[in-house]
C-alpha cells in the first residue's frame, strides 16, 4: 500500500473520484426524470426539433418563416444573442476605454463626471435600466403615422429606426471571399510591419498599407463588374413604413442597455490597469519630450493591457449571459425563444438543457479566445 503516499498517484486517483461522483449524480438525475417523465406519459428526446415551429419570430438575424423547423428557430434565438452581445462588448469597450481614461484626467471637472458616469451604471440593476430605456424609446418618440424623417431615408419613431438596406444581388460569394482575403492579408502585412518598426524605431506607414490591402480586391472586383448592389429605401405610407431596415426599439434599448453596463466595468478595469503602471513610466516618458497623451498611447497603455486582459474576460462573460435579461422587454433573444418552444411542445428539460449548453459553449469559447490574447500579449521570459 505504499502507492497511497505516493503524491502524484493520490492526485490522479483524487480527481477520478471526483469524476466519478459527478457522473454518478448526473445519471442518477437523469433516470430519475426520465422515470418520472414515463410514469406520466411525457415523450422524451429531441425529436420536436424537426416540427414546424408554427409561430414568428418578429426580429431575426438569419432567415426564419413560421414554416420552419424548430431545430431554425432555436438557432434564430442564438444568433439574435450572439449578435447584440457582440455589439455590446464592442461598444461598450470603446466607450469603456474613453470613460476610464477621463477618470485619470487632470481636469477636476472631466474627473468627477466620469465617476458619476461609472457609480450611477454600477450601483443600479440592470434589468431597471433597460426597462428605462425601452419605456423612453416607447413613450418620447412618436407614432409610425408621424415618423421623424431625420435624413433622405432615415425614419425614427416609436416602432424603431428604419434605414436603407443594401443587398448584394449577384458575386455574394466572390466579394465575401475578397473580403477575407484582403482581411487575412492586411493582417499579416500590418504584424510584419509592426514589427520592423519595432526592430529598427522607423515609421514605415504599415497601417496605411494594409488599409489599401484590404480594400484593394474589393475595389478591383468591382471595376471588373463582380458583383452589384441593390439598395432598399424605405418609403412612408399612411400606417406604417415600408421597406429598408428596420431596427426595433427592443433591440436598440437592449443594446444601449448592455453596452452601457459594459463601457461602466470596463472603465473602472482600465483605470486600475493604468494606476498600476509605475509612475516612473510617466516621469520617463515626459523626460523624453512626449506629450502626455502619447505617453499614455504608447508608454502606459500597452503596459497595462497586460493587467487589464484578464479582469475584461470576465466583463465579457458577463455580457453574453446579462443578454438573456432580454425576454424582460420582449427582443426575441436565445431565452425568450427557448420559452416559446416550452410551451408550444412541453419539451422543458430538453430546451432548457439546449440553451444551459448554448451558454457554456459561448462562455468556454470567450475564455478560450481571451486567454489566447493574454497569453499572447503577457511578458515572456528570457
Known sequence: MTFLHDMRFRAYFYQVVAVGFVVLVGWTMFATASGNLAK???????????????FV?????????????????????????????????FFGTVLGLAVGIA????????????????ELLRNVPLLLYLFLWYSLIILILPPV????????????????????????????????ACLLGGAAAAFLIRVAATRKRVATGRSNHGGLIALGVLLAPVLLLWLVNGFS??????????????????????????LFGLALSVSANVAEIVRAGIQAVNKGQWEASAALGLARG??????????????????????????????????????????????????????????????MGVYLALSITISLVMNWYNAHVALKER
Open 145 to 176: 403615422k408621424q415618423a421623424l424623417n431625420l435624413l433622405p431615408g432615415v425614419y425614427l419613431s416609436n416602432s424603431g429606426l428604419v434605414v436603407p438596406a443594401a443587398f448584394v444581388e449577384s458575386g455574394g460569394y466572390a466579394l465575401l
Open 294 to 355: 502619447k505617453t499614455m498611447r504608447l508608454v502606459v497603455l500597452p503596459q497595462a493591457l497586460r493587467i487589464i486582459i484578464p479582469p475584461l474576460t470576465n466583463t465579457y462573460l458577463t455580457v453574453f449571459k446579462n443578454s438573456s435579461l432580454a425576454i424582460a422587454i420582449g427582443y426575441p433573444d436565445l431565452v425568450m425563444v427557448s420559452n416559446t418552444v416550452m410551451n408550444q411542445t412541453g419539451q422543458a428539460i430538453e430546451t432548457i438543457a439546449i440553451f
Open 57 to 89: 419570430i418578429t426580429e431575426a438575424a438569419i432567415a426564419f418563416e413560421a414554416t420552419d423547423t424548430i431545430g431554425r428557430a432555436i438557432l434564430v434565438g442564438i444568433a439574435n444573442t450572439v449578435k447584440v452581445s457582440l455589439l455590446a462588448a
Open 103 to 118: 477618470r485619470m484626467s487632470r481636469n477636476p471637472l472631466l474627473a468627477r463626471l466620469a465617476l458619476v458616469y461609472v
Open 40 to 54: 406520466q406519459n411525457i415523450a422524451t428526446g429531441f425529436d420536436f426539433l424537426t416540427r414546424p415551429a408554427g
Open 229 to 254: 448592389v441593390n439598395w432598399d429605401f424605405p418609403t412612408a405610407g399612411k400606417f406604417r413604413l415600408t421597406g429598408g431596415l428596420h431596427v426595433r426599439p427592443e433591440f436598440v434599448a437592449l
